[in-house]
């Protein structure tokens, strides 16, 4: 007996050892174009660095060696934090498609889309410990400011059309401010009122020349090093096909300028549930909408084809 079971200990162990291998073999094909496997080793290699870099049409001075070394600690978080960056890979079509538009009707430079992927990781109902809010991080005063109804009910920070519209706005007041882009997006991260204070303390007005804390240091190579990756994901090792990637929604518009007494019986209403109505329109807030004023809300609805993606 004891015989027959130490066989069979050696079998099941033979089968996981097998297993076992069989999913690091697996596993490895996952890993990126960067790493080797020699036995039971894996070897890393360093990314390669572009010879020249624009971010919003502004030159990135890759031969100073500090900004170099800069760009090449991002690429290389990004580049090696697989999981996140091949998930941004697959959802950056149906957000940019959102974003893009947007930013394009009100001549903000497309490389700002990938301010907002900084900023949120591409999650609408993203709040930061500070209490910032959404794909562009708007805090309450803040959002209000640039024209969006924050309430009980109704929270516009959360809406990605909304709150793009509003981030559109305050980009051109800081370019209005700084003239420059590069500066935009740093004080995007670190305040107007930040960048003013380093300006001043360091007689520089130039993002790279500038000494400044080491999340806005961070701040505009971690945007660039999503821009160079998503627009060339193949180059740095990720080789997502077309059709892994998360399609657009397939979305339509009503106007509504009334009350709403209860949203799971106005999405049964038009064809939806309430679980996919809060997906489209993560701003509304409660499960009713009072709309004492009587103002008109554009509220997104699926249309045929959504949730199975059909083209």
Not at 101 to 113: E, G, M, N, R, V
Not at 132 to 141: D, E, N, P, S, Y
Not at 165 to 189: E, I, P, Q
Request: net charge negative; proline share 4%.
């Amino acid at each position: 007996m004891n015989k027959i079971f130490s066989r069979l200990s050696f079998i099941l162990l033979l089968i996981i050892a097998l297993m076992g291998g069989w999913y690091i073999f697996e596993s490895s094909t996952l890993l990126t174009q960067h790493t080797e496997q020699s036995g039971n080793q894996f070897y890393y290699r360093s990314i390669e660095l572009p010879d020249s870099l624009t971010f919003a049409g502004e030159k990135v001075p890759l031969d100073y060696f500090d900004v170099l070394e800069s760009l090449d600690r991002e690429i290389l978080v990004n580049g090696y934090f697989h999981s996140q960056t091949i998930r941004y890979i697959k959802m950056a079509p149906r957000y940019f498609s959102i974003i893009e538009p947007i930013l394009k009707a009100d001549t903000i430079p497309d490389d700002f889309k990938y301010l907002a992927l900084a900023e949120s990781g591409f999650d609408p109902k993203v709040v930061s410990p500070a209490g910032a809010v959404g794909f562009w991080q708007f805090l309450k005063g803040t959002g209000r400011d640039y024209g969006l109804e924050i309430n009980n009910e109704v929270d516009e920070r959360y809406s990605i059309i909304e709150s793009t519209k509003a981030a559109c706005k305050y980009l051109k007041d800081s370019y209005k401010k700084f003239g420059n882009w590069t500066m935009v997006a740093a004080s995007y991260n670190a305040g107007r009122n930040g960048i003013d204070n380093q300006i001043e303390r360091q007689d520089e007005s130039d993002y790279y020349d500038l000494l400044l804390n080491d999340e806005t240091s961070r701040y505009v190579f971690r945007i660039l090093s999503f821009k160079l990756i998503l627009e060339n994901p193949v180059k740095y090792g990720f080789d997502i096909k077309e059709e892994e990637k998360y399609l657009p929604w397939k979305t339509k518009t009503v106007e509504l300028n009334t009350d709403v007494k209860d949203f799971a019986a106005f999405s049964k209403e038009h064809g939806t549930n309430y679980k996919i109505l809060k997906m489209l329109n993560p701003w509304l807030r409660q499960t009713y909408l009072n709309n004492s004023r009587g103002k008109t809300y554009s509220i997104i609805l699926p249309d045929e084809g959504f949730r199975t993606n059909t083209n």
